[in-house]
């Protein structure tokens, strides 16, 4: 039975609603089509985490091949977020203008090309070459996030947008853990360094792969599925100004992400060389503890941003784990570090395990409170706004931290005050996170309450007196 489209009040659409609910349809709730989107959604960023974290599994065998230091080291990931503290923002906006499956293959095909430029700087000893591969890699690797929470966000918001992108997150970071168990083991094996890296470009091809049957999928369906999830589709063209229209809600999220994830992946880039140099482990057996972060998060992400879809309290729960995140800072500072020959200090794996609980349930909250506090219309465009803050953070932190590293290396490895500083830095997002449950509380609670309520509230621009 062929859906109509939904009737016009006026010769003109009238204003659309942030949070205007999609007419129900009893057998399209639950779409096959939006649950085999999101499985192939999930494998599109799988082979971009394995690369992005390939220099830290393999930390000290760089800096001894390669004759890196704490800054050359940490260039590598600022190399990666500097472009995108722009491009994201504009990669998010063309995506909304000329849909998300021309950019998300596009993208796929930036990460293939930078990744194969550094595997030939591993192999040929060039740092200059891996530094321009890592920033062509990461020209595509964070624009593609934003093109992948977009498409997930077009199939699943006001369901179960929260387990959806919990999803995503969860598979993506299997990828790291795979890296994290894998890479130092390949490069023991081979003897080959550039190898770990090989591997990482063959899987981008497969997230490639897996993109492209996702936009087939989705070119397919648009017509008829996405009649149901979102009638209004065909006149969503986004223009600038509609930034203006972007409340406090968001402005805060931005400002907690710069902070808190700020923070975690200025840990997570050296937490290997962290585990050899102050608590005794191998490169190998490191690796091996790692993907605690990683499991905990694929394994209960998707579990926690089920509950929040039916439970709601997103903003309560991203206070909880931050505040956990913070103690896991402080207790990897004070940990006593291991000075005897061949004995390990395993009490940073309780640590590893905080790590974990804290980005399952971060991540599994943050990523779905964004598109509930824009229009629609905008939710590429704020995607790329909030990942370019991210980089901001991250294209600077890696150097403050390789910075205090080596003036206080005589101090527990120069490790101690890097963690003390990365403690202050997450205590920041804890209070903007206390002052964005003050604001939810005042402007609706849409933050905090379930999925399908939360599609009944105008707080963003429903209703003009609800306009923050």
Not at 216 to 231: A, I, V, W, Y
Not at 314 to 342: I, N, P, Q, R, Y
């Amino acid at each position: 039975m062929e859906i109509p489209d939904p009737p016009l009040k006026t010769p003109l659409y009238p204003k659309l609603d942030y949070y205007q609910k999609p007419p129900k349809d009893p057998n399209s709730k639950k779409t096959r089509i939006g649950w085999l989107a999101l499985f192939f959604s999930c494998l599109v960023n799988f082979g971009s985490y394995f690369c992005y974290d390939n220099p830290q599994a393999l930390q000290t065998s760089l800096y001894q091949t390669m004759n890196l230091d704490d800054i050359k080291f940490n260039a590598l990931y600022s190399v990666y977020s500097f472009p995108n503290i722009i491009l994201p923002f504009f990669g998010g906006y063309i995506i909304d203008r000329i849909g998300v499956r021309i950019g998300l293959i596009s993208l796929s095909a930036l990460l293939i090309i930078g990744q194969g430029i550094v595997t030939y700087g591993v192999s040929a000893k060039n740092f200059p070459l891996m530094v321009i591969g890592r920033a062509i890699f990461g020209l595509g690797g964070e624009t593609l996030t934003v093109a992948q929470s977009a498409i997930t966000a077009k199939y699943f918001i006001g369901k179960e947008i929260a387990f959806a992108m919990g999803m995503t997150i969860s598979v993506a970071r299997l990828g790291s853990s795979l890296n994290s168990l894998l890479s130092p083991r390949l490069f023991e094996w081979t003897g080959k360094l550039y190898m770990p890296f090989l591997l990482g470009g063959a899987l981008c091809v497969f997230s490639c792969l897996m993109g492209l049957i996702l936009c087939f999928l989705d070119k397919r369906t648009e017509t008829k599925e996405l009649q149901f999830l979102n009638p209004l589709n065909k006149i969503e063209i986004v223009h600038l100004k509609d930034l203006k229209q972007f409340n406090k809600l968001f402005y805060l999220l931005v400002a907690n992400c710069f902070f808190i994830y700020g923070a975690f992946f200025a840990l997570n880039n050296n937490l290997n060389k962290i585990m050899v140099t102050r608590f005794g482990f191998s490169q190998v057996n490191a690796g091996n503890y790692i993907p605690i972060v990683y499991v905990a998060a694929a394994l209960i992400t998707p579990l926690f941003g089920l509950l929040t879809d039916y439970y709601g309290r997103k903003v309560l729960l991203m206070l909880l784990s931050s505040l956990v995140f913070l103690a896991c800072h402080l207790v990897m500072a004070f940990l006593s570090d291991t000075t005897d020959e061949g004995r390990v200090n395993y009490g940073i794996i309780g640590v590893l395990v905080g790590i974990g609980l804290f980005y399952a349930s971060y991540a599994a909250v943050f990523w779905p409170c964004v598109a509930l506090v824009v229009k629609r219309i905008v939710i590429g465009t704020s995607y790329g706004i909030i990942t370019s803050f991210q980089n901001l953070v991250l294209t600077g932190l890696p150097f403050a931290v390789a910075a205090v590293q080596t003036k206080t290396e005589d101090f527990h490895g120069g490790y101690f005050w890097t963690e003390i500083m990365l403690a202050g830095i997450v205590g920041v997002g804890v209070l903007i996170t206390l002052w964005m449950f003050v604001e939810d509380r005042r402007k609706a609670g849409v933050l905090n309450k379930p999925s399908e309520k939360e599609w009944t509230t105008v707080e963003g621009g429903g209703s003009e007196d609800s306009q923050v």
